[in-house]
């Protein structure tokens, strides 16, 4: 069982930076894969970032590559997602997700715990 729990949302101006942490429970958070999602309003839940569990690979979304970085610190069972030059459109509920039977994921159906989310908005 993993338990995960993000924070850092809030509200924001477009251009501005914000830093999500997702501080996870359990042993086997090093052993899984960790990814970020997000979710507006009126729409599916979508794909951001991801980081393997041994910090070799990341991916991105297309419209979030060059200004956002995920990244991972085992020792503390956390997994952050650095968030620079944000548009409005960058505005939704954020997820956290985790992995066990996988080492890295881009689809909801690849990932087994998820958070209860943070909310960032951004305004023009």
């Known amino acids: 069982q993993v338990q995960l729990v993000e924070s850092g949302g809030g509200l924001v101006q477009a251009g501005d930076s914000l830093r999500l942490s997702c501080a996870a429970s359990?042993?086997?958070?090093?052993?899984?894969?960790m990814g970020w999602f997000r979710q507006a309003p009126g729409k599916e839940r979508e794909f951001v970032a991801a980081?393997?569990?041994?910090?070799?690979?990341?991916r991105y979304a297309n419209s979030v590559t060059g200004r956002f970085a995920i990244s991972r610190d085992n020792a503390k069972n956390t997994v952050y997602l650095r968030m620079n030059s944000l548009k409005p459109e960058d505005t939704a509920v954020y997820y956290c997700?985790?992995?066990?039977?996988?080492?890295?994921?881009?689809?909801?159906?690849?990932?087994?715990?998820w958070g209860q989310g943070t909310q960032v908005t951004v305004s023009s």
């Open positions: 980081i393997s569990r041994n910090n070799g690979w990341t």
């Open positions: 359990g042993r086997t958070f090093s052993s899984a894969g």
């Open positions: 997700a985790a992995a066990i039977s996988r080492p890295f994921g881009v689809t909801t159906d690849e990932y087994d715990y």
